[in-house]
């Protein structure tokens, strides 16, 4: 039976006064962090005049008049299922590519890979806006243009790279001895992947899949010039509410439009957190 160390560990060594700032300072961090939503929630369920009154009002009639007619009036019941049809297609895509090309990536030898993903990158750090002319029209002369497949495609050669990169720094944390015993125990290369490497992956699966669910759900720019209204996602629906400075009804639907895009990232969030901390840890570890 090992016995306990005597060394103390860091909470121990630190001093009450320090540990006491230190939890100050990330009670304050947490509180403004999270303000914004909070207010911006508070102020959905609120009538125009109380919403914007000054000095604002902590307490006012509670009403959900603005979601019904956000979600039944407008159908941005509609948006959701753009958004969620898009975002899942550009998931599953990028990973099922992401992980066959980064696992490859991370047991080639030569530097001929890590050029490859430096050139990838530096297409993925160009300004959308700069690429979006040609494609734009390309597609339109095709007939390609408010598809979801095309918005898809684009989705993923546009975040394909960091999705690579991600994946590939995660395999590297992967000894080649793991695959090897695989292989040696009866596993071909592809059963070696699936049920051996793809297993020890996961947390780094679950990171990766979150970044690459928030580049495809939050796109704007892509979106809005690529499908019509009916078509558009939630993201680029919005902004027809929020530039309705006129209308005081419109403008509080658009801000419950902005509470609706924003809860679901943050239950995703909470509820994938322990994957995320440990795909982020593991992923830190070697690049």
Not at 20 to 40: D, H, R
Not at 72 to 86: A, E, P
Request: charged letters at 10%; glycine letters at 6%; hydrophobic letters at 55%.
């Amino acid at each position: 039976m090992s016995q306990p160390s005597d060394t103390p560990n860091l909470a121990d060594r630190m001093p009450l006064w320090l540990m006491l700032l230190t939890g100050i300072g990330l009670a304050l961090w947490v509180l403004a962090a999270a303000f914004p939503f909070f207010w911006m929630t508070l102020i959905s369920f609120r009538l125009p005049v109380d919403a914007f009154s000054v000095p604002p009002k902590l307490i006012a009639p509670f009403t959900t008049e603005h979601y019904w007619q956000l979600w039944v009036g407008d159908r941005f019941w509609l948006k959701f299922l753009n958004s969620t049809i898009i975002t899942v297609g550009v998931l599953v895509i990028s990973l099922t590519i992401g992980c066959l090309a980064a696992y490859a990536l991370a047991r080639y030898g030569g530097a001929l890979g890590f050029w490859l993903l430096l050139v990838a990158l530096i297409f993925r750090a160009l300004p959308h806006v700069t690429l979006l002319p040609s494609y734009k029209f390309a597609f339109f002369e095709l007939g390609l243009w408010n598809r979801y497949e095309t918005l898809i495609v684009i989705l993923v050669a546009i975040n394909q790279p960091f999705t690579i990169w991600m994946l590939r720094s995660f395999f590297m944390n992967i000894p080649k001895e793991l695959d090897e015993a695989a292989q040696v125990d009866g596993c071909s290369r592809i059963q070696a992947f699936v049920k051996v490497i793809l297993p020890v992956m996961w947390p780094g699966i679950i990171t990766t899949g979150l970044f690459s669910f928030l580049l495809a759900y939050n796109d704007f720019l892509i979106s809005s010039q690529m499908m019509n209204a009916d078509k558009m996602t939630m993201t680029s629906a919005l902004s027809a509410y929020m530039n309705a400075d006129d209308d005081a009804f419109k403008l509080m639907q658009g801000v419950a439009g902005a509470v609706s895009i924003t809860a679901p990232l943050v239950v995703l969030v909470l509820f994938f957190q322990k994957q995320l901390v440990s795909g982020l840890t593991q992923g830190a570890v070697k690049g």
